[in-house]
């Protein structure tokens, strides 16, 4: 599975910004995908996750609330819809899929800078 995350960008907080993830190689129903990020100096993090059919969806409890993970299997897309943003929500986005029931994610897309102004 190769992933190309997109939609990363500079944004004062309060505001909103939406990534995507595109999908090709695979049956993209077959994969959970989720989002993590990496902050400058820090570990990366876990941020949401969505089941294959997009029925089950698991956020970190600090963007509980402010960010919506979904997808559109028909065009093998993954979208993390961000609003009232932070300062601290500044980071490298990434995009990754993990199949079937896995809980371990096997492909990894590049990342998408994400900047929050305060």
């Known amino acids: 599975v190769q992933l190309q995350a997109s939609g990363g960008g500079l944004v004062q907080a309060g505001g909103s910004l939406r990534l995507s993830c595109a999908a090709s190689?695979?049956?993209?129903?077959?994969?959970?995908m989720g989002w993590f990020r990496q902050a400058p100096g820090k570990e990366r993090e876990f941020v949401a996750d969505?089941?294959?059919?997009?029925?089950?969806?698991y956020y970190r409890d600090s963007v509980k609330g402010r960010f919506t993970i979904s997808r559109d299997n028909t065009k093998n897309t993954v979208y993390l819809q961000m609003s009232s943003l932070k300062p601290e929500d500044t980071a490298v986005y990434y995009c990754?899929?993990?199949?079937?029931?896995?809980?371990?994610?096997?492909?990894w897309g590049q990342g998408t800078q994400v900047t929050v102004s305060s």
């Open positions: 990754a899929a993990r199949s079937g029931g896995n809980v371990k994610y096997d492909y």
């Open positions: 969505i089941s294959g059919s997009g029925g089950g969806t």
């Open positions: 190689g695979r049956t993209f129903s077959n994969y959970g």
